[in-house]
């Protein structure tokens, strides 16, 4: 059945909200909200059309579709509308909205994909405004306390009507690192549930130390009344969120100015003001993990650490040295085994509730609309716009060609450029369908798959906790690595030279990994640039390069923003080696590594990572594309980042659009005349200048006729960009050298079904046995299919009492049992057993809870 699936997987997670607000201990303060009746829709209710039969094999190559044409839509209640009147195919957000579910599952002439990955948060401004005016949440004690001044089960009720999981922390309610922590997170979430009075208490004992008073019960401060500037989003639910919170806020005594703001209009406030202009104090965040994070240890220096974004908020960030050092070991996996990962947890989980530069609110369970004759794969965690393969899969039922119509709540919300533009879902969805991969990743398990990459070795110090799943890694053992001495370790800025491993090490260097990537034979034949221009080793080079560059004071192009991440990423990196040119070979050496070898060569997708391939974190570039960048801003004309772009007081390079066209145009004639080589004293080695030439004048080519520079390899090309009407157009890439069927095998996601059961009456001091059923569209889920089944315990006053393994008794059948040394500690009273399925060919795990009661 085509979408029996979401089903299973709708009931499964809005199953998760009512567990988890269960888990939640009832605080007996309360506000003037009204009492709130859940209104889970019921996931019965969700149809089962036919499942479409498989394309058969072409020998079309490149994208099913002949063309794509994004456009915006703010609504996805009139996107509804527009897809069922045959006016749009596809609408390409997560949609957590319960009226348009509504009214999607109960159209013949819709469909939809499900997502688990999009999630809300409240953003606070911590800086020190230097005005003088006094902000509130500067102060961490009142950040920290924010937490307990949102009820998040009124949230998921009230506003999302169950289509959301309550979400207290940094890590994801359905990725694999909460189930891992499951009794970690249950203690936090228990310590931060909603209490009204305690934040009032919190807030009133530090406002009153920081200087301020209460007048007439509105909190002032040098005589002048406290007016908090509220960004709020007014595309989705953010808005009733920001509302409600606004409303918090103003019980404690604050005046709050909600500045309701679309993401076009809230970008200058929270992506590009300096925080200490104190123009805003909070916002109304929105989140999307594109795919499966296997694992969010890196997500502490990500959200809390000045390295973890290149914008003027993040730089204000100041965690303490505890907190920075563990994030900083988890963001390298600086450990030796699991023990110690979860000692590193214990330090950064409650550190990141305390600081609060953000607090989460919900993971929304979300859907993507679409017309019944469209197919798409669709990413579990970021859907239909976070998937890597959405451009390769898109297709029209029983046809290959035809024109597809994409809209989005935005398009072209920030510049495009591939350094450091726009980190919008909207601007790279279409991003990625014309861009291309060493790697992408599984949409159902987040693992690494090879797209343009042909095999990876990994090579791991013996005793480091990593295993494989795919053949496409051979992952190895040993008890030392050493870094061969010409591998490039460090870069020159001033004489433009990569530095040795063995001028910086002369003794030498070992390190924990090494990952050996093998690019097939014949690759710079076969694929090219949407320009025409074949890939090259120096595209390759050119990443490695921009890499360490721009965060060198010495550099031309030095942008104090790049500093943070590259040092945090040179804290573990440890060497890279071009071992053969054709076919392409290349070793990166690294004291960090991944749970999973298959992750650890794509790092989750993230730049600078061991493929290497020309895929920059805000997209892909060409190495003589960004050359007309580095020219710009060598020159004082353009920036890549938008905080350099600030403080310069010049434009934010845009590749596709505006005043940035007219400058690198200029800049193309410059290059073209001179055969420009960026960074000569080292791509020299790998362009010639007729390599030059050639390059300047097919991207003059291009941009005459498109009329931009954003050249990539993908299955699209963009073709034509149009800011004023805020559409674009993609057409497909004749030239791509892939079949359009490479990725047709992804089909419905096997997410597991969970029943718990077992008496409702246990005697204390005897032995209780309880069952877990483990199933999968009926059928009893295999299990070799499953990784884990654990138990969590919580006695009547809510604490957790004992956890472990459950057993496995038979196929998707395991048992768990209480011993009577753990059931005499528990007292009369009602208690709750949660088990948690963690699936090994989904990266999503299921839960159930089962309540009975104890007597002596």
Not at 198 to 227: C, F, H, Q
Not at 400 to 407: D, K, L, M, Y
Request: with cysteine; glycine share 6%.
């Amino acid at each position: 059945m085509k979408f029996k699936y979401l089903a299973s997987l709708f009931s499964l997670l809005i199953a998760l909200s009512l567990v988890l607000a269960a888990c939640a201990p009832q605080s007996a303060a309360t506000t003037e909200e009204p009492a709130i009746e859940p209104q889970a829709p019921a996931p019965t209710d969700v149809p089962a059309p036919t499942e479409e039969p498989a394309m058969p094999q072409t020998d079309r190559t490149g994208a099913w579709v002949d063309e794509v044409i994004f456009t915006e839509e703010n609504s996805a209640e009139a996107a509804a509308s527009q897809l069922n009147a045959g006016q749009l195919d596809i609408y390409a957000y997560t949609v957590a909205e319960a009226p348009v579910f509504e009214t999607v599952k109960s159209s013949p002439n819709l469909a939809y994909s499900e997502a688990a990955g999009s999630s809300v948060a409240l953003m606070f401004n911590p800086a020190t405004f230097a005005s003088g005016d006094l902000n509130p949440f500067s102060d961490q004690k009142i950040r920290e306390a924010m937490h307990w001044l949102v009820d998040r089960d009124y949230v998921v009720q009230e506003i999302y009507k169950g289509l959301a999981n309550p979400r207290y922390s940094v890590l994801s309610t359905v990725f694999p690192d909460y189930a891992r922590y499951a009794d970690l997170m249950r203690a936090l979430e228990s310590k931060y549930s909603y209490n009204f009075e305690k934040a009032d208490a919190v807030v009133t004992e530090r406002m009153t130390a920081l200087g301020a008073e209460k007048v007439g019960g509105i909190w002032s401060y040098n005589a002048s009344p406290i007016s908090l500037q509220f960004v709020i989003r007014t595309e989705d639910n953010r808005r009733p969120i920001g509302d409600y919170f606004a409303g918090q806020l103003e019980l404690l005594g604050f005046q709050v100015e909600r500045l309701y703001k679309n993401r076009t209009e809230a970008s200058p406030y929270w992506v590009q003001s300096d925080p200490a202009e104190g123009t805003w104090h909070l916002y109304t965040a929105g989140w999307i993990a594109p795919s499966i994070d296997r694992d969010e240890g890196d997500q502490f220096s990500s959200y809390f650490a000045p390295r973890g974004f290149g914008i003027p908020l993040w730089q204000v960030y100041s965690p303490p040295a505890e907190f920075d050092e563990a994030a900083l070991k988890l963001e390298g996996n600086n450990f030796t085994n699991i023990e110690e990962r979860r000692e590193l947890f214990e330090i950064a989980l409650p550190y990141s509730m305390e600081e609060a530069y953000e607090i989460w609110v919900v993971d929304e369970v979300s859907f993507s609309p679409r017309i019944a004759g469209l197919s798409v794969a669709a990413d579990l965690a970021g859907g239909t716009a976070g998937s890597y393969i959405w451009g390769q899969t898109l297709r029209l039922k029983d046809q290959e060609g035809g024109s597809v119509r994409v809209s989005q709540p935005g398009i072209l919300v920030e510049p495009w450029n591939p350094i450091g533009g726009s980190n919008w879902i909207y601007d790279s969805m279409p991003q990625r369908g014309v861009s291309d991969n060493g790697t992408v990743p599984d949409p159902f398990t987040g693992l690494a798959l090879p797209q343009r990459l042909e095999r990876a070795e990994v090579t791991v110090v013996e005793g480091l906790p990593v295993t494989s799943t795919l053949d496409w890694v051979d992952l190895q053992f040993e008890p030392e690595i050493t870094v061969p001495a010409d591998a490039w370790i460090d870069w020159d800025a001033a004489t433009q030279r990569f530095i040795t491993v063995g001028e910086l090490y002369p003794d030498g260097l070992t390190t924990k990994t090494r990952t050996t990537v093998y690019y097939p034979e014949g690759m710079f034949d076969t694929v090219k640039w949407h320009d025409g221009s074949p890939l090259s080793v120096a595209d390759f080079v050119m990443s490695m390069i921009m890499v360490f560059d721009p965060a060198k004071t010495e550099s031309a192009i030095y942008d104090e923003a790049a500093a943070p991440g590259t040092e945090g990423y040179q804290s573990h990196f440890r060497g890279v080696r071009i071992v053969s040119t054709d076919p392409l070979v290349i070793e990166t050496y690294d004291d960090a590594f991944l749970l999973d070898a298959e992750v650890m060569v794509s790092q989750n997708q993230v730049y600078p990572n061991p493929t290497w391939w020309p895929q920059y974190t805000y997209g892909e570039g060409a190495w003589h594309s960004l050359a007309l960048g580095v020219l710009a801003e060598t020159n004082g004309e353009l920036a890549f980042s938008t905080d350099k772009a600030g403080a310069l007081e010049v434009e934010w390079l845009s590749m596709i659009s505006g005043p940035s066209l007219e400058i690198l145009g200029g800049y193309l004639d410059q290059a073209e005349s001179e055969t420009y080589i960026p960074f000569a004293a080292t791509l020299g080695d790998f362009i010639s200048t007729d390599e030059a030439a050639d390059r300047y004048a097919t991207l003059k080519d291009f941009y005459g006729k498109h009329n931009h520079f954003w050249v990539n390899t993908g299955p699209f090309v963009l073709d034509k960009v149009f800011p004023v009407e805020g559409t674009l157009t993609l057409r497909r890439n004749e030239a791509y050298p892939d079949r359009a069927d490479k990725w047709a095998r992804f089909s419905a996601p096997r997410i597991a079904d969970v029943e718990l059961d077992g008496a409702g009456q246990v005697q204390s001091g005897t032995e209780a046995v309880f069952d877990v059923f483990v199933s999968f569209n009926d059928e009893p889920y295999a299990n070799a299919d499953i990784s884990e089944v654990k138990y969590l315990l919580f006695n009547a006053t809510g604490d957790l009492v004992a956890s472990g393994a459950a057993e496995a008794v038979g196929e998707g059948q395991f048992q768990i049992v209480l011993s009577t040394d753990l059931t005499s500690q528990l007292d009369s009273g009602s208690n709750k057993l949660e088990a948690i399925v963690v699936p090994a060919v989904v990266s999503i795990p299921s839960f159930a809870s089962y309540e009975f009661v104890t007597t002596k």
